[in-house]
Each structure stands twice: as structure tokens, then as C-alpha cells.
């Protein structure tokens, strides 16, 4: 179904009509769940295509009977236009069985020390207000402190379409680099936390805790068994991995220059405190884009 199809997505509201109308819908309580919330996205989707035609015809009209003069008006009004649009092209992008869900996310201290800590409480506030600027409900679940400052780890729920598909790009370990505010003589120092993701499909508070919880132990064994195995490298004479299993998916570089590239699109920004201050969506299209050409996995 086709997010710019008016006729299809309206076809598919009339069948979800249908099912809401149906006698004994609420005895599969999960089922009907699910067909009502559909039937609210698929509506919303509606609406929204509906209401860029609107103001795309405006425009236009505006735009045949001026003659140069509103030129400035024009541009101004086709700004959230193309802004509504990218968030209808991103909902096209969206076809997995759990997409639509809502996301528990667990960010976990990789390599570096206090500085590590410091960038899972900095990537905490960064998902913070990028979910605020978006509209998505936050439930913070878990906040374990690191030893000087910062977080060991810290899981969180988000709630709103898609967040589920939108988040899982946000999945993998992102790289730090800057002038560690830990280290006496400010050197360079390079810090590691992961980033992970599931889906959220239970609703009550004791469900989301206890996924919540499911999720860190499995992370937290999997790293004290990534640590034992870089000590056993170390007394080898081996090298250990300095991010715990695998290349980084972003970096962001605070020093000596600002910038932050993301490894699997080739993304980058130079507004590193913008990226660090919740504007995360550019990125996040990119890879979702990507990822329906076939470009990357």
C-alpha cells in the first residue's frame, strides 16, 4: 500500500472499518488492538496526503496568477511542505511487521573508560530530544551511574508510529572523539556505547520493565564475555577490540574538528553539537533510504 495512493490507503481504511464494526472484535483484545491502531495510522496518513494537496494546489495557484513578487511568500510556504513530504516518504519506507511499534532502547558503556560513561549519558539526552522534537513519548526504565560520572547503561521506551523502524538505524555502536574533559592534560581520547533496539509490543509497565530488563542482561553478558575475551587477546599478546564487537555505524568528531559521518551511507554534517542536540533525522533518512534501495543491509 502506497503512502501517496489516496485511493489505496482509503480502500484499506474502509476494510479496517469493517473489522472494527464487526461483532466480537474485542474478545481477541490484542487483535483489535492492533486493526484500530492500524486504522489510526493508515487515517493519519490519509489526512496528511491530503492536506499536502491542499497546500501544494494553493501554491501553485498562487504562484500562475503572481508575477514575481510573492516569490519570497512562496518559497516560505513550500518549506514545510517539503518537510511534511519527507515524513510521508519515510512512512513508505516502513513495511516491516513490527515497524509501526513502539522501541525499547538500551544504550550500554563500550571502551573508555569515565569518558565512555560520560557519552552514553550525552547519547541518552541526544534520543531525549530528538524524540521530543518529533513528537514521540520517552519512559526512562533504567539509569545505572558510571563510577566518576556519566552512565554504565540506561534503557528507555519511545512511543509514536514507527518508532520501532525509525530506531532500529540508530542500532549499532557509535565512536566518540574529543578532548576528554576527564583527562588532565585534555588530550584526544576515543570513546565507545552501543546501541540497541527491540520491539515494544506489550503495553502494561510491568511488561515494558521486564522486556526492558530482558534486553540489559542479554547485552551485559554479552560484554563481560566481549571483556574476557579481549583479556585473554591482552595476555596473549593479541590486540583487543577498542569498541566490543565490530566497526562503529556513526562517529562523531568534536575534536579537532566537528564533524560526524555516518560509516554505512557516508552521511556527514559538520554541526556536531546540532546532531549531539537531538537533529538526528538526516541520518537516520539516509540509511532508511539506503536500506529500501538495497545499498546497504
Known amino acids: 500500500m502506497s503512502t501517496f495512493d489516496p485511493a489505496s490507503l482509503e480502500q484499506r481504511i474502509a476494510q479496517l472499518e469493517t473489522e ?7 474478545d481477541d483484545q490484542a487483535n483489535a488492538a492492533r486493526v484500530s491502531a492500524e486504522h489510526a495510522r493508515v487515517s493519519r496518513r490519509l489526512d496528511g496526503y491530503r492536506a499536502l494537496q491542499r497546500e501544494y494546489d494553493d501554491a501553485r495557484e498562487l504562484a500562475e496568477i503572481d508575477g514575481g513578487e510573492l516569490d519570497d511568500e512562496i518559497a516560505a510556504s513550500l518549506r514545510p511542505l517539503r518537510a511534511e513530504l519527507e515524513r510521508l516518504e519515510e512512512a513508505a519506507l516502513f513495511d516491516g511487521e513490527y515497524d509501526a511499534g513502539d ?15 560520560d557519552w552514553t549519558e550525552m547519547m541518552l539526552r541526544m534520543y531525549e530530544r530528538w524524540a521530543a522534537t518529533r513528537g514521540f513519548d520517552v519512559e526512562l526504565l533504567e539509569a545505572s551511574p558510571g563510577e566518576e560520572a556519566g552512565l554504565k547503561s540506561s534503557t528507555f521506551t519511545v512511543g509514536g508510529e514507527n518508532a520501532y523502524g525509525i ?10 572523539v574529543r578532548q576528554s574533559p576527564y583527562d588532565a592534560a585534555h ?28 534486553v540489559l542482561r542479554a547485552r551485559l553478558v554479552e560484554r563481560a ?6 583479556l585473554l587477546a591482552k595476555e596473549r599478546g593479541g590486540s583487543a577490540d577498542t ?5 562503529s555505524i556513526r562517529s ?20 556536531a553539537h546540532g546532531v549531539l542536540d537531538g ?3 538526516p541520518f537516520i533518512r539516509e540509511y532508511l533510504l539506503a536500506r529500501a534501495a538495497g545499498r546497504i543491509v
Open 243 to 247: 569498541g566490543f564487537g565490530g566497526a
Open 225 to 230: 564475555e566481549e571483556e574476557r575475551e579481549a
Open 252 to 271: 562523531y568528531y568534536l575534536h579537532p574538528t566537528q564533524l560526524v559521518k555516518d560509516t554505512r551511507t557516508g552521511y556527514e554534517t559538520g554541526n
Open 187 to 214: 588530550r584526544r581520547h576515543t570513546a565507545f556505547a552501543t546501541v540497541i533496539v527491540e520491539c515494544q509490543n506489550e503495553r502494561s509497565q510491568s511488561a515494558n520493565k521486564q522486556t526492558a530488563m530482558r
Open 279 to 281: 537533529d538526528l533525522d
Open 20 to 26: 472494527l464494526n464487526a461483532p466480537g472484535l474485542w
Open 167 to 176: 530506531l532500529k538505524a540508530e542500532r549499532g555502536k557509535h565512536r566518540l
Open 103 to 117: 522501541a525499547v532502547v538500551t544504550l550500554q558503556s563500550g571502551t573508555g573508560g569515565t569518558d565512555a560513561q
